[in-house]
């Protein structure tokens, strides 16, 4: 069966610096989630998108950004790096979008240097 | 807002023996999911048991299954015949069905298996 789909896998950028993480979701889900786990913690909600439209937002920050295309593939776009953005960024998925199980893809590895 | 609590942070268990996982949660809200995920070295996130509040059996998967006390917001996952493979770190999540949805996850318990 088809996951989701995450790329880079790994990502290198220096401080200062712009990434973008993509993220396609399980075929015909709906909605996208992306949370932010740093070294050692638990993964954070970042925000989520139904339909294209934002759903609902958590601790992200101004310097971020993200969308949700028309073939429902996610962008999460992140500016002016900093060392604590380090942090595996996981996109997840669901058919659902009031509250059903949600398909992690395998994450993309930030490094800031 | 929800909360989970994992209070312990590493525990460990000698292969083929049986290990419980522990987790508190707090909320208001009267339907929902509970989940355990595992994270091995790899780090990505494999979904290992879910149980719906609205049922009062507990879930079963294999080896694992929960022990789910709504009223007491307990929610501990129980690890039979441990294998070395089972070694990971595991998180306890919450989902609400409502809109806008997301998980909240404990802080996540490491577990050893020895040989």
């Known amino acids: 069966a088809a996951g989701v789909i995450q790329s880079p896998r790994h990502l290198i950028k220096e401080k200062r610096e712009t990434a973008t993480l993509k993220c396609y979701p399980i075929?015909?889900?709906?909605?996208v989630y992306w949370y932010q786990q740093g070294p050692g913690q638990d993964p954070q909600f970042l925000i989520s998108f139904y339909e294209k439209m934002q759903s609902d937002k958590g601790s992200i920050p101004d310097r971020f950004s993200a969308q949700q295309f028309s073939d429902y593939h996610s962008e999460l776009n992140m500016s002016s790096l900093e060392l604590g953005d380090s942090a595996l960024y996981f996109c997840a998925s669901s058919l659902v979008h009031t509250g059903d199980e949600q398909y992690f893809g395998p994450g993309t590895r930030l490094t800031v240097t | 807002a929800q909360t989970v609590t994992q209070s312990q942070p590493e525990m460990s268990v000698q292969e083929a023996e049986t290990v419980t996982l522990s987790c508190t949660y707090d909320t208001s809200e009267s339907d929902y999911y509970l989940f355990w995920y595992k994270q091995p070295p790899s780090r990505q996130m494999i979904l290992v048991i879910r149980?719906?509040?609205?049922?009062?059996q507990n879930a079963t998967e294999n080896r694992f299954s929960v022990n789910f006390q709504k009223a007491a917001k307990s929610f501990s996952l129980k690890i039979s015949d441990s294998q070395l493979g089972d070694a990971a770190m595991y998180f306890c999540a919450f989902l609400y069905t409502g809109a806008n949805s997301k998980l909240t996850f404990g802080k996540g318990i490491t577990l050893s298996v020895r040989p």
């Open positions: 149980q719906e509040a609205y049922k009062q």
């Open positions: 075929p015909r889900h709906d909605t």
